[in-house]
């Protein structure tokens, strides 16, 4: 037999390797902007064109390469951040596997510029899909620049798998943030389509998590800090008032190095068990400083995962750390986000010409009457209607939308709904007696239930929207705008007026009447948000998505306190509705105990 094994091509093994390190253009600019910090940088600015599908470019002031250097550090293993397999228990750089750059030029056409401080001339090299093209001596600043240009450009099944722009910019997005973050000495700028998103300037931390977040965080935020031998902890973590649905701004890095650790973030949660509703989720920003001797990074090549030899002690920590956090200053102490008296006022681009909003209005709307088309009933109705309800305990998600209606009843007055006066146990349940049984309802669920209905038959003939007295501006990341954009006609329709002033932001001048000013931009993020995950499960109804996520941020929070008229109404508005035995997120609402069940009960 002849021998068949052979050593595959350095381009081919560059290229299978690249699929560890680069499946993405966001994973790209996380190893350029990783290499700028690790120059030493002090100025970093990312360029990217159509999300990264045509060109990323990161240019840095740091430390240059040599000639030599420029042309070694495309091969496989080539690093200068570590020597022996001891150093990899001393690591203080982000890179150290030196495998980025060979990924990289296998699947891109790459540009390199780089010059070191003694010289005056630079080098330039050019190569595409791992073949160095050419390398000439060129002029250039001090640092490097290197641009990467049609990433996957000789994989097309790759290229082809990308998501649309706005995905992958949003990917790219977080990935600049989770490096600008830590790394708040450095000055950071970020381009899209020659538009600047980001423009961050050397500051501490909590400015540069307001010059990435927007200014209204800093009302948002508690300092914690702690030192101690294992850990040193230093950072913020949102006032329990903030927190939200899904787990949006959770940032913790240590040694200045996102992290995801599941662990870690628990010990942040339950510092907040009691404090914030069952499945809401606080924002935090916490940097961990630990001997590098005493963490693994090398766990995973994209490397946001790390080992701790102290783990349960630097759990520990945490958790109180954010404890006494949240104990010690929930009396008002503010953060020292460089107080500023000037109004924040972002001017409107030239040419924006103010428009006097309009407010439309729903003639028919009487505030007298209940607006639902079947108002509440009479009670043998729900006898019929009980027997359609699941009594067998476990919350089903795929309930149908429409259960069998019920004929149209005479409308009766509301009282003749629940037979007692309903009592509110745990300001979480809504207990009462009707002819067909004893009725326990989960009171936020059930107004979800209300306020998604109503939305959903209310946008036909548009909400009323409520003008707000003072307009207020809003901000957002650059992808969380670009989806506002989108979605500005549906929630006009429900009763926004939203207009865009550019740069991100944009002035609401109307809202639906229930809706607080202060609530407004933690509302549409939510919206944007759930958005962004229905989009990402094919949720293909924008409409209902947008409505869901509206009645769910709008309804009354379990922990709150109902008066008895305010449990009627809710109960007679709950049983006019088409689908009340579930939440518009397929929970359910409420179950009844009959008296047989009960008698059942004592036997
Ligand atoms: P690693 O960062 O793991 O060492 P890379 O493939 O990312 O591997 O980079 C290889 C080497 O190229 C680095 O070790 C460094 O010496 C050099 N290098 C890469 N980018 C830069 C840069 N922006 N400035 C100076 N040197 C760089
Ligand atoms: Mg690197």
Same mark, same amino acid.
């Given at each position: ?31 350029? =902007? ?165 423009? @961050? ?85 916490? @940097? =961990? ?41 929930? =009396? ?113 669920r059930a107004h979800e239930r209300i306020l998604y209905e ?97 009645a769910?941020?709008?309804a ?17 508005d709950l049983?006019?509705c088409q689908a009340p035995n579930i939440s518009p997120?397929?929970?359910?609402t ?14």
């Open positions: 037999m002849s021998d068949i094994i052979n050593i595959l091509p350095d381009s081919v093994a560059n290229q299978i390797a690249a699929g560890e390190v680069v499946d993405r253009p966001a994973s790209a600019v996380k190893e350029l =902007l990783e290499n700028a910090l690790d120059a030493g940088a002090s100025e970093i600015q990312l360029i990217v064109k159509d999300a990264g599908r045509t060109l990323i470019q990161v240019i840095d002031n740091g430390c240059g390469m040599s000639d030599a250097d420029a042309r070694l550090c495309f091969e496989r293993h080539a690093t200068s951040k570590i020597h022996h397999a001891d150093d990899l228990f001393s690591i203080h750089t982000m890179g150290f596997r030196g495998e980025a750059l060979a990924s990289i030029a296998a699947v891109a056409q790459v540009e390199l510029k780089s010059r070191q401080k003694d010289n005056d001339l630079g080098t330039q090299i050019i190569i595409e899909g791992s073949d160095v093209k050419e390398q000439l001596p060129c002029t250039c600043p001090i640092g490097t620049s290197i641009a990467v240009k049609n990433l996957f450009f000789n994989i097309p099944a790759r290229r082809n798998f990308l998501k649309k722009d706005s995905i992958e910019l949003s990917h790219i997005e977080e990935i600049f943030k989770r490096i600008a973050l830590p790394n708040f000495k450095v000055s950071f700028s970020m381009y899209h389509n020659g538009r600047l998103l980001y423009d @961050l300037k050397s500051s501490n931390f909590a400015q540069r998590i307001a010059g990435i977040f927007g200014k209204n965080f800093n009302e948002r935020l508690y300092n914690i800090q702690e030192k101690t031998e294992p850990v040193s902890i230093y950072g913020y973590v949102v006032k329990s008032e903030y927190v939200k649905r899904t787990r949006g701004e959770q940032y913790l890095f240590v040694n200045g190095r996102f992290i995801k650790h599941p662990a870690l973030s628990s010990s942040i949660e339950r510092a907040y068990s009691e404090l914030i509703p069952d499945r809401t989720f606080p924002s935090y920003f916490v @940097l =961990l400083e630990v001997d590098p001797a005493r963490i693994d990074v090398n766990i995973h090549p994209t490397k946001t995962e790390v080992r701790f030899l102290d783990e349960n002690i630097i759990f520990a920590i945490l958790r109180a750390a954010t404890k006494k956090a949240l104990g010690q200053f929930s =009396l008002a102490t503010e953060l020292e986000f460089n107080p500023s008296t000037e109004i924040d006022f972002t001017p409107a681009p030239k040419g924006y010409v103010a428009e006097q909003p309009k407010v439309s209005f729903n003639p028919n709307y009487n505030p007298f009457h209940s607006s639902r088309t079947k108002s509440s009933a009479d009670t043998d109705m729900y006898k019929h209607f009980f027997d359609n309800i699941d009594k067998s305990g476990d919350e089903k998600n795929d309930i149908p939308e429409q259960l069998p209606l019920y004929e149209e009843p005479e409308p009766q007055p509301k009282s003749t709904l629940s037979e007692t006066t309903p009592i509110n146990y745990q300001n979480r349940y809504i207990i009462t007696t009707m002819k067909s049984g004893l009725v326990v309802i989960d009171q936020q109503r939305l959903l038959a209310e946008r036909e003939n548009g909400i009323v929207a409520q003008q707000l007295l003072f307009p207020i501006n809003v901000r957002f990341t650059a992808a969380d705008s670009e989806l506002l954009n989108e979605l500005l006609p549906e929630l006009k329709r429900l009763g926004f007026i939203i207009a865009p002033l550019g740069q991100n932001t944009f002035v609401v001048s109307a809202a639906p009447a229930k809706v607080s000013d202060k609530d407004i931009q933690n509302l549409l993020e939510q919206t944007i948000n759930d958005y962004k995950n229905s989009m990402l499960q094919k949720f293909s109804d924008r409409d209902k998505s947008i409505c869901l996520s509206i769910r941020q709008m009354t929070k379990n922990g709150t306190p109902l008066k008895s008229e305010e449990m009627q109404g809710l109960i007679a049983f006019s997120s397929g929970k359910k409420m179950f009844i105990l009959t008296e047989q069940e009960l008698a059942e009960k004592f036997k």
